[in-house]
């Protein structure tokens, strides 16, 4: 089974609706994030988490919330949709252990809002 | 400031060629330099990373990539291209931040390998 985990894989929504990503982890790793990913601009940093009690925002957080229900589950939530916001979104889990932090990511979810 | 730039938005390469992808950063510590490959339709996976140890560091799938401070440069190599290494990868940096690191990705790299 993956460590990482997302669901769902792909969805199509309109705009305005509201709609949650979900991601789960059985890597035990405290820190969880949630990346957009658009051709051309690599990954971009939307939401992190260090633990259950830490949630921060990355550089493009606005149109976004997230939920951390417990270690192992980082959700995501657009809460009115807009087509600006189609895109890839990657989860990703770390073990925070000093310089050369690896990520390890989920599979993705593809999204497109009509 | 952090930042990182990946030079070549495609590279094209015949199989069996030697591939060369090429990256710079700005930093205002000594980083951490990482890089990711992405196959379609999967998530990244660590190909290599440098934490401040040898240069030189080799990867999975036979890449390695040069850490060369005075020319800010973080290269990935491989001698000889597989129709497998067609991928997009990614070259990422990571210095001290607020509550850890903080982490930038490049715009990536997207390997096409020719038979």
């Not at chain 1, 990657?90 to 252990?97: L, N, Q, W």
């Not at chain 2, 020319?71 to 607020?98: I, N, Q, R, W």
Request: hydrophobic residues 35%; positive net charge.
């Amino acid at each position: 089974d993956a460590d990482v985990t997302q669901t769902p894989r792909n969805r199509i929504t309109k705009t305005g609706k509201r709609i949650m990503l979900e991601c789960s982890q059985t890597k035990g790793h405290d820190r969880m994030y949630w990346y957009r990913q658009d051709p051309g601009l690599g990954l971009r940093l939307i939401y992190y988490s260090f633990d259950v009690k830490d949630i921060n925002k990355g550089e493009i957080s606005d149109g976004y919330s997230v939920s951390r229900q417990a270690q192992a589950k980082f959700s995501l939530s657009l809460e009115s949709a807009i087509p600006n916001q189609t895109a890839l979104y990657f989860c990703a889990t770390s073990d925070f252990r000093g310089p050369g932090e690896t990520q390890y990511f989920g599979p993705g979810t593809r999204l497109l809002v009509l | 400031a952090q930042s990182v730039t990946q030079l070549d938005s495609h590279v094209s390469v015949s199989e069996g060629t030697p591939v060369l992808l090429r990256c710079n950063y700005s930093s205002s510590y000594s980083p951490s330099l990482f890089w990711y490959v992405q196959h379609p339709n999967k998530g990244l996976q660590l190909l290599l990373k440098y934490t401040s140890a040898a240069t030189l560091v080799k990867g999975i799938n036979g890449f390695e990539a040069e850490f060369k401070k005075s020319e800010t440069s973080f290269h990935l190599t491989k001698p000889s291209a597989h129709m497998s290494d067609a991928a997009e990868y990614f070259c990422v940096v990571s210095e001290p931040g607020t509550g850890g690191f903080k982490t930038i990705f490049g715009a990536g790299t997207r390997l096409f390998v020719k038979a």
